[in-house]
Antibody, heavy 117, light 113 residues
Framework: QVQLQESGPGLVKPSGTLSLTCTVS????????WTWIRQPPGKGLEWIGY???????NYNPSLQSRVTMSVDTSKNQFSLELSSVTAADTAVYYC???????????WGQGTLVTVSS | DIVMTQAPDSLAVSLGERATINCTSS????????????LAWYQQKPRQPPKLLIS???TRESGVPDRFSGSGSGTDFTLTISSLQAEDVAVYHC?????????FGQGTKVEIK
């Protein structure tokens, strides 16, 4: 059974950089796309972008100037960096696996990141 | 961007009754070359991540009870819970994976009447 676990700081200062890592267990990161989704408190889901195990990326244009994703196949991990954060970036951040086509079949439990001084 | 709009925002249904959630996309998510609708439904219970219920608009995931069904094509889709159970209380989201950026509906909260 594939499992995903997000990790990283729960508090980031305004104008700082949010950094999260997703560790995949129970399966290989290879041959799949992986994605980051976020959900502000009490709101809907927002797609941040995805990364292929080879390193190919595709980001949401609304966040593209601030987002960087990377992958480390040796550790079975992929990562998210979001720069110049503001309070509007406060959200639960989820990592997930992209199944063939684009739907998301395995999700991490999510981690709350709060942007505050 | 493809805008996904769900209706209603919330609904209350008696146990054992039918619940119907609609999802409309601002443009078609039907890919003509393979005749597939690039539309998924997720269930999100409180303090949990979303769970994939249905892909390709109508394909139920393994382990998902058959009281959940998806239908529709093009721009208009429906998730039906044929006989609501207590454990079905959740927020339901539709998602299109036809275009970048992937987009979700605003969510529909299902409660027990």
């Amino acid at each position: 059974q594939v499992q995903l676990q997000e990790s990283g700081p729960g508090l980031v200062k305004p104008s700082g950089t949010l950094s999260l890592t997703c560790t995949v267990s129970g399966g290989s990161i290879s041959s799949y796309y992986w994605t980051w989704i976020r959900q502000p408190p009490g709101k809907g889901l927002e797609w941040i972008g995805y990364i292929y195990y080879s390193g190919t990326t595709n980001y949401n244009p609304s966040l593209q100037s601030r987002v960087t994703m990377s992958v480390d196949t040796s550790k079975n991990q992929f990562s998210l960096e979001l720069s110049s954060v503001t309070a509007a970036d406060t959200a639960v951040y989820y990592c997930a696996r992209v199944k063939s086509g684009g739907h998301l079949d395995y999700w991490g439990q999510g981690t709350l990141v709060t942007v505050s001084s | 961007d493809i805008v996904m709009t769900q209706a209603p925002d919330s609904l209350a249904v008696s146990l054992g009754e039918r619940a119907t959630i609609n999802c409309t996309s601002s443009q078609s998510v039907l890919y003509s070359s393979n005749n597939k609708n690039y539309l998924a439904w997720y269930q999100q219970k409180p303090r949990q991540p979303p769970k994939l219920l249905i892909s390709w608009a109508s394909t139920r995931e393994s382990g998902v009870p058959d009281r959940f069904s998806g239908s529709g094509s093009g721009t208009d889709f429906t998730l039906t819970i044929s006989s609501l159970q207590a454990e079905d209380v959740a927020v339901y989201h539709c998602q299109q994976y036809y275009n970048i950026p992937r987009t979700f509906g605003q969510g529909t909260k299902v409660e027990i009447k």
